[in-house]
């Protein structure tokens, strides 16, 4: 199981169907386990220590990322071209959102209805409205791939490949709960077209399982 917000974990979050983020099981002050996060938690918690991001891959290349200033997305690979460049950007603006609000949730986020549908959009804000509550962030850089494994109608695939093996689970004062360290991980996302746009409606996802490019 792991430990993390972006990785899979119990269907009940993140992932509609084998992934999601799994509720928090600690107290808020630190105590248990830190569960699945979509990466974040609205306490006030001290910044937390700079750290080195992920080498990046012999020979690959880094796109402009997103995420926030400590927590920031390097992605990696060649940019998509004709009706696949919307799924990417779109896939990659999902994924940018779940890491700003695991460091600050905000089940009431605008960004949630702009770029996520039911039931994906269900389960990011139960853990947001779960992991505010709780006083958990999850924070770090992060190396990763979007690659549009397919677009038909309405509807599109995606792979997503996150490094988080520097990324670590906070609790409500600011200190790294033990074992919080992530991992890397793929994850399949289904996106729909919501009037103009492309939108992230399920997410699922196992450790261990991609190579980013190199």
């Not at 990785?7 to 808020?28: I, K, M």
């Not at 220590?49 to 200033?69: D, E, L, Q, R, Y």
């Not at 896939?91 to 960004?111: F, G, I, K, N, Q």
């Not at 958990?136 to 038909?152: C, Y």
């Amino acid at each position: 199981m792991s430990r993390f917000l972006l990785r899979p974990a119990v269907p009940a979050l993140l992932a509609v169907a084998a992934l999601a983020l799994t509720g928090c099981s600690g107290d808020g002050d630190g105590g248990g386990e830190p569960a699945e996060l979509p990466l974040g938690s609205g306490s006030a918690a001290p910044a937390a220590p700079a750290s080195t991001a992920p080498a990046t891959p012999a020979g690959a290349t880094a796109a402009p990322g997103t995420g926030t200033a400590r927590s920031p997305i390097r992605w990696l690979g060649p940019a998509a071209t004709g009706a696949a460049a919307a799924v990417q950007q779109a896939t990659r603006d999902y994924w940018s959102m779940v890491v700003r609000l695991a460091e600050e949730p905000d089940p009431d986020d605008p960004a949630l209805t702009e770029l996520s549908l039911p039931p994906q959009r269900t389960t990011l804000v139960t853990v947001y409205t779960s992991t505010r509550e709780q006083g958990i962030a999850q924070r770090g850089p992060i190396d990763g791939s979007v690659t549009a494994a397919g677009v038909a109608g309405s509807t599109a695939t995606a792979r997503t490949c996150l490094d988080q093996t520097l990324v670590r689970v906070y609790d409500r004062a600011g200190r790294a709960r033990p074992g919080s360290s992530g991992a890397r991980t793929l994850f399949t996302v289904s996106l729909r077209r919501d009037g103009d746009a492309w939108k992230v409606s399920a997410v699922t996802g196992r450790d261990g399982a991609c190579t980013l490019p190199s």
